[in-house]
């Protein structure tokens, strides 16, 4: 199984923070984005949540809450 670097996993996450509403279930979600991201692996998207956290932390302290 190849590892995904971490640049490819950005531009999932940012399509994760601009898709996600509070009433979205997780289902719902993975289908929203693989629909922007065809070749993207369940793996990728549930690690993507993970990856923005820590960019956004790294930029902001605030905005990562």
Request: overall charge positive; aromatic content about 0%; charged content about 15%.
């Given at each position: 199984m190849a590892r995904?670097?971490?640049s490819e996993i950005e531009p999932i996450a940012r399509t994760i923070v601009e898709l996600a509403t509070a009433d979205?279930?997780?289902k719902?979600?993975?289908k929203a984005v693989?629909?922007?991201h065809k070749d993207a692996s369940k793996r990728d998207i549930t690690g993507a949540p993970f990856y923005g956290v820590i960019m956004a932390s790294e930029q902001s302290p605030e905005r990562s809450k």
């Open positions: 995904v670097q971490m979205m279930t997780p719902q979600l993975i693989r629909a922007r």
